[in-house]
T-cell receptor, first 116, second 112 residues
């Protein structure tokens, strides 16, 4: 089946630094990728929708200058958490839709970010 | 009121039991209904995908959608300890640009 690879799976960084998370579709072309944040025992909170070759669409309350999203190709989207603070510590997950547009069938493994 | 309501549990059952997981929703425009399984500290995995009303079966899993009641269910037969996970329901209005709305997830524990 189709695979979405997310890297890194875990990262610890110091306050004030930036962290980049990659999301790759390995065997299909993802025209749309989604970035979620998930707090412990809570559901997925959509942060932004990323379309290849265009600017990401951010959900209300999500700072676009803090969470930079780039979808440079049909197989790669990146999320950069800039000037990270401890409150940014969370589980970040990407998902991808293929060209047919059918549901979000493919999720990455998630990235646990800890800001110290 | 949330668009999608799901009891977070936890739900604890003995091995071999039939498990029933449910979600209700308020948006009558939802047409695509999904169930995901998420193990601890992992990304969700799509289990079942249903369009509009009706039933769909895949092995030990059966998904039901009742659009008239705005109610969806996932049944797990002969539950196994390996089924212990969080189960998320999700739905969307259409493909393409519409967002997927997720339930809060139900934590399931199957005891050996």
């Amino acid at each position: 089946g189709a695979v979405v690879s997310q890297h890194p799976s875990r990262v610890i960084c110091k306050s004030g630094t930036s962290v980049k998370i990659e999301c790759r579709s390995l065997d299909f072309q993802a025209t749309t990728m989604f970035w979620y944040r998930q707090f412990p025992k809570q559901s997925l909170m959509l942060m932004a929708t990323s379309n290849e070759g265009s600017k990401a669409t951010y959900e209300q309350g999500v700072e676009k200058d803090k969470f930079l999203i780039n979808h440079a190709s049909l197989t790669l989207s990146t999320l950069t958490v800039t000037s990270a603070h401890p409150e940014d510590s969370s589980f970040y997950i990407c998902s991808a839709r293929d060209r047919s547009g059918n549901t979000e069938a493919f999720f990455g493994q998630g990235t646990r970010l800890t800001v110290v | 009121q949330k668009e999608v309501e799901q009891d977070p549990g936890p739900l604890s059952v003995p091995e071999g039991a039939i498990v029933s997981l449910n979600c209700t929703y308020s948006n009558s425009a939802f047409q695509y209904f999904m169930w995901y399984r998420q193990y601890s500290r992992k990304g969700p995995e799509l289990l079942m995908y249903t369009y509009s009303s009706g039933n769909k079966e895949d092995g030990r899993f059966t998904a039901q959608v009742d659009k008239s009641s705005k109610y969806i269910s996932l049944f797990i037969r002969d539950s196994q300890p390996s089924d212990s996970a969080t189960y998320l329901c999700a739905m969307s209005e259409d493909t393409g640009g519409f967002k997927t709305i997720f339930g809060a997830g139900t934590r399931l524990f199957v005891k050996a």
